[in-house]
């Protein structure tokens, strides 16, 4: 196998280690900032918790239940952000909630929340200068509701609520946006770099010692500030990195495993979220909300919570748990239990709750990113941690986050603050007017060469680096044919990607970056196009093919058996 080129300065002003939604997007707001920045990532990009999510960039209209106008200003200007920045990867998706008369989230209620929340965002709008007046809620017909969500959920309704929340074409290319910026300023990014530890002198954090997994070698990293987005993985580096009696006053974090069901066709026309009761194992019977979306042509529905104590363990469903979740589509979604049995695809993450729990009971979700300034614990200066929950606010933790760094090095060596530019600054992609008069334009220009329906997907996913990938057909025509057994991906996608998007095994490619794994193990045809070229790329043998393929089998083997 090849190996890759690994470069490293002398000096960082920043570490960022994790390369999942947060880290990505720390270290794309420390490059905007003209920092120097290096992100290591023990995987590859976005392949952990960031890859389990519903596609949803909050709107914030839920918020309005506990009259916290705060986050639903933060997650509307989020989602209003993540329109702007990546309009390509992200566009409005329409979602229904029915309303029933006896319940006291009835016609009234939800009226008056509508009304609220249209009344909050002119307000934004008129603060922030922009314009949201396309994505306002409102209240829909009984009729309407019929027409667009499940039988059950429809039942006895009076009509509902209608808002808009950001959906997310392919949220693991969403994470390389954000890294492929930060790449772009200047940052160095490296995923399979393993952190071993960090370097201490005399209470400041000076740097950390990484191994690099592909070839076994031990690098120094020296840096200002270490910033620590490994999410559910940060109990354990702070046992890992740090000695036993810095460790003692350092609070560990209850974590949920989050598991979101894909299904290979579509529950409704339109995403919507509704009550379902049901209890777990022994516990009491409990109602929560869940969601159903549709998204390529499948149908995204969860999120169920259930108990877990480990990244290294919690990353499959257990039988109870899955026929719990099975027992939960057929109640909201109408399914036949044979159906509902036959997921596509588990997408499983572990995010923070607020306090520990037990099995049979459901958790309450951390409110905010849980961020830890090791100063203000246990003296240690220059390493900061951030656990998020949701992608929404993991480009507006990394502001916070960043303002903080800036702080500190500015008090230590003098260097200054500079303003955030990340919320209006196009990713990587993303440097368009609209996604609408984008697609006309491509659609144009390609007709003669690709199908309508394989233009489309390619400009969601590569936007306005379409051109470049294109290139590869300019280069060989036979680069416009399609990926054996899919239906919109095309040859030249791979040689692109192999050359700019740090690619290292076949699971990157096929699942974080091609995005055709992401419905579902794909076919075997694709699977092994795909391995063969990546092993005449990078000199795979015999063994180092299968060993890839097998691994990406077992990334699908999330279910009971």
Known sequence: MLARKIRIHDHYDVAVIGGGIYGAAHAWEAASRGLSVILLE?????????????????????????LNIKRVLDSKRERDAYLRIAPHLVQPMECIMPSYPWTTKGKFATTVGAFLYNLVSRYDDFVSKTDSKRLRAGRVSKACV??????????????????YDGQVYDTERMVLSFIMSAKARGAHVYNYMDVK??????????????????????????????????????????????????NQNIGQAALAKAVNFIYPFEVSNKAFGAKVQSAFGQGPLTSRLLFSAPWKGSSIVGTWYFLAKSPEKDNALTQEQFDF??????????????????????????????????????????????TTDYKKVNGLEGLVSVF?????????????TIDLVQARLDSSSGMGKTASVTSHTPLYGGDMESFSGFQVQTEKKYADTLDEAVIEHLARTYGTNLGRVMEYVDKDNAMKERIPGTPYSIKAE???????????????????????????QPSEPAIEYCAGVM?????WNADEKQGNIDELRDYYRRMPC
């Open 42 to 66: 023990k995987g590859d990009f976005g392949s952990a918790t960031s890859a389990n999510s519903l596609k949803v960039i909050h709107g914030g209209i839920r918020y309005l239940q506990t």
């Open 146 to 163: 019929g027409e667009n969500i499940s039988f059950n959920a429809q039942r006895k309704t009076n009509g509902g609520t209608r808002w």
């Open 197 to 246: 530890e960090l370097i201490v002198d005399k209470g400041w954090v000076k740097g950390v010692i990484a191994t690099e997994l592909m070839s076994g070698d031990t690098l120094t990293v020296n840096t200002d500030f270490v910033i620590d987005a490994t999410g559910p993985w940060t109990n354990l580096n702070t046992q890992r990195w740090m000695r036993q009696d810095a």
């Open 325 to 370: 979740c099975v027992a939960d589509v057929i109640a909201l979604c109408s399914l036949e239990k044979g159906l509902a049995m036959k997921p596509s695809f588990v997408h499983i993450g572990l995010v923070p709750v607020k306090k520990s729990f037990k099995e049979n009971e459901f958790p309450l979700l951390s409110e905010e990113t849980i």
């Open 388 to 400: 998020g929950v949701k992608y929404t606010t993991a480009r507006s933790s990394a502001e916070k």
């Open 494 to 520: 791979i040689p692109y990607i192999l050359d700019h998007e740090m690619v290292v095994r076949l699971t990157d490619l096929i699942v974080r970056r091609l995005g055709i794994g992401g419905l579902g």
């Open 535 to 539: 092993a005449d790329a990078l000199s």
